[in-house]
C-alpha cells in the first residue's frame, strides 16, 4: 500500500519562512512532487525531485532523503498569497505505471499578518 | 495553449441521474487521469489512461466509467448519480516524450453535488 503523510494544518506569519514536512511509506519510488492549491482552485506544480538533496526554486525549496523517506517543502519570505495547500505526491511506479501520483491529503498553510 | 479545460464547472444530479463530465487537452500529453477530491481525503484517484484506446482503473472507481478514443478527450461517466459521489472532480495530464516531464497538469474542476 501507500501511505503519504503531512501535517493537516499549519500557520506562520508574513516575512517568515515555514517548513512542511512529507513522509512516505510507498511500495516503490520514483520521485516526489509538491503541489500548491489555492481554496476553490486546481493544484498547480511547485517541483519535483527524484535525487537527495534540494532543489531551490525562487522563495520555494524542496527538499528529499530517499533512505528516510522525508521530504520538505521551504517557503521563505512568507506572503499573503502563500496562503494555500501544499499537497506532497510520490511516484511509486515505473515502467507502464510511471504517471500515477500518490497523493498525500495536503497541509493547510495560513499566514498571518 | 488552452491547457486541460473541463465542463461543466458546476453540476447538480438527482440520484440515479446519469451524465458525462468532459475533459480536454491540448498538449499532446499520453498520460490522462482522473481525480476526485473531498475535504479531509486529499485526491483520489478515479481512472487514468497511458493512451488512446487504454484505459485502468484507480483507487476509487466503482461507479464511473472512462474512455479514450482520441489523444485529447477523457470523459468520465457517472453511470447512476448517488450522493457519496458529491465531490470536486479534477482532471489532470502529463508527459510530453519531447519535454521528458512527468509533472500534471490540471483542469479548473468540475463541482458535483448529488441530492
Known amino acids: 500500500g501507500q501511505n503519504i503523510d503531512q501535517p493537516t494544518e499549519m500557520t506562520a506569519t508574513e516575512g517568515a519562512i515555514v517548513q512542511i514536512n512529507c513522509t512516505y511509506q510507498t511500495s516503490g519510488f520514483n520521485g516526489l512532487f509538491w503541489y500548491q492549491q489555492h481554496a476553490g482552485e486546481a493544484p498547480t506544480f511547485l517541483s519535483y525531485n527524484v535525487l537527495d538533496g534540494l532543489e531551490e526554486k525562487g522563495r520555494f525549496s524542496s527538499f528529499l532523503s530517499r533512505s528516510k523517506g522525508y521530504s520538505y517543502l521551504l517557503l521563505k519570505e512568507l506572503q499573503m498569497k502563500d496562503s494555500a495547500s501544499y499537497l506532497c505526491a510520490v511516484r511509486p511506479y515505473s515502467g507502464a505505471g510511471s504517471y500515477q501520483l500518490t497523493f498525500g491529503k495536503g497541509t493547510k498553510l495560513s499566514v498571518i499578518p | 495553449n488552452a491547457g486541460v479545460t473541463q465542463t461543466p464547472k458546476f453540476q447538480v444530479l438527482k440520484t440515479g441521474q446519469s451524465m458525462t463530465l468532459q475533459c480536454a487537452q491540448d498538449m499532446n500529453h499520453e498520460y490522462m487521469s482522473w481525480y476526485r477530491q473531498d475535504p479531509g481525503m486529499g485526491l483520489r484517484l478515479i481512472h487514468y489512461?497511458?493512451?488512446?484506446?487504454?484505459?485502468d482503473q484507480g483507487e476509487v472507481p466503482n461507479g464511473y466509467n472512462v474512455s479514450r478514443s482520441t489523444t485529447e478527450d477523457f470523459p468520465l461517466r457517472l453511470l447512476s448519480a448517488a450522493p457519496s459521489q458529491t465531490s470536486v472532480y479534477f482532471c489532470?495530464?502529463?508527459?510530453?516524450?519531447?519535454?521528458?516531464?512527468?509533472?500534471?497538469?490540471f483542469g479548473p474542476g468540475t463541482r458535483l453535488t448529488v441530492t
Open positions: 489532470a495530464s502529463s508527459y510530453s516524450r519531447a519535454a521528458n516531464s512527468y509533472e500534471q497538469y
Open positions: 489512461s497511458v493512451g488512446a484506446g487504454i484505459t
